[in-house]
């Protein structure tokens, strides 16, 4: 009878595990349940048969850094918050956090990379989803014409897959912005750009050209930071900033008013709004590294650009190294400026580059 009441006890158990997400007990006895995170699979064991996939990136190189963090970066959200759809009602935007808000006005200020006032401030899942919200917001529905949709050569290979993914009447991919002949497009300038890392401009020089700004790598692990941009539309993703690409989450900073609107209507008939809980995640990491700066600027141990710039700048050493004894391909001259952010002289080091 003995042994029949375990074996019930342990099929309870397992059943419970198994069906109704239970976690394992602590240690210290207290019958609380810990949640245990499986780690990522994203990631094949290296082997001598094992080949390099050049085909996207994943920013796992700034792991070492949050790992360090401890629990200083940790955010407990309990089950019965964040249940409403509604994060503001008092906001403009009403699926923004608003500690989330704070923190991004927060960093941009702290680095110097977008202005921030006078600008409302856009959640979305990703930069992808804000750039199919600004291509619905910018695209006029009055003369039944597609807007076009140019960027300059090379560009983000995604670009025309996403805008033509819907087939959408509103707006349609029309290639190289150097060879646009046209009058009226929506220009996309990624800056520094995916795929060459190269600082861009606007190159569409009609009255009519509208602008998106993907702003994605301008940070300073990446590029030095010359200036703080004011461009209508400014695009920039939790992902390329602190490597937290499994977030899911972007933001837009837009100058006009309607636009904005016409972006917030996009998401909401998208996705209903952006996840709370990556938006608290999201706050909560941007303040640590706001923190790592602004009250213990001595320890470089919490400063994470200053780290991730190091580990970008090792990359490329060993990359040129390996290029220049192949003798097959070549590299473009590494480029160097002066960085208001680090107060010195930095080289860039593109998070990705045309071999």
């Known amino acids: ?16 595990r198994r069906y109704f997400g239970g976690g394992r007990s602590d240690n210290n006895g207290s019958g609380k349940e810990i949640t245990t995170v499986e780690p990522s699979k994203g990631k094949p064991p290296v082997t001598a048969d094992s080949v390099v996939n050049l085909d996207h990136g994943d920013p796992t190189l700034y792991w070492e850094f949050w790992l360090g963090t401890g629990d200083r970066a940790t955010v407990v ?31 941009h200020r702290l680095v110097g990379n977008a202005v921030v006032d006078g600008y409302h401030l856009l959640v979305g899942t990703g930069s992808t989803q804000l750039f199919q919200a600004a291509l619905y917001a910018l ?13 300059s050569a ?4 995604s670009y025309p897959s996403v805008t033509n993914f819907l087939n959408s009447a509103l707006y349609r991919w029309d290639g190289d912005a150097n ?3 046209g009058d009226a497009c929506i ?17 569409v020089k009609s009255k009519s050209v509208k602008t998106i700004h993907d702003f994605a790598y301008c940070w300073p692990q990446y590029t030095p930071i010359t200036e703080a941009p004011s461009h209508d539309i400014m695009l920039f993703t939790v992902s390329k900033c602190t490597g937290h690409a499994g977030t899911r989450l972007g933001w837009a900073l837009v100058k006009d008013t309607e636009v904005a609107q016409k972006m917030i209507k996009f998401m909401e008939l998208n996705t209903i709004g952006v996840s709370k809980d990556s938006q608290l995640r999201a706050a909560k990491i941007i303040k640590v590294v706001c923190d790592g700066y602004e009250q213990s600027p001595t320890s470089e ?27 097959i391909f070549s590299l473009p001259d590494e480029l160097s400026s002066y960085c208001t952010f680090a107060k ?12």
């Open 1 to 16: 009878m003995a042994s029949v009441a375990m074996n019930l006890a342990f099929l309870a158990m397992y059943i419970h």
């Open 77 to 107: 959200i309990p089950v019965w918050q964040t249940m409403s759809y509604f994060s503001d009602l008092t906001g403009f935007c009403w699926f923004v956090e608003p500690g989330f808000e704070r923190q991004v006005r927060r960093l």
């Open 139 to 151: 695209s006029p529905a009055d003369d039944g014409t597609p807007m076009s949709v140019v960027s």
């Open 154 to 157: 090379p560009y983000y290979s």
């Open 179 to 181: 060879t646009f002949a």
């Open 187 to 203: 220009e996309v300038i990624c800056s520094p750009n995916n795929p060459d890392g190269g600082i861009r401009k606007g190159v």
């Open 301 to 327: 141990a919490n400063r994470l650009f200053h780290f991730a710039q190091r580990k970008m700048a090792e990359r490329w050493s060993r990359l040129r190294t390996v290029v220049a004894a192949s003798g």
């Open 344 to 355: 010195q002289i930095v080289t860039a080091n593109p998070r990705k580059h045309h071999i």
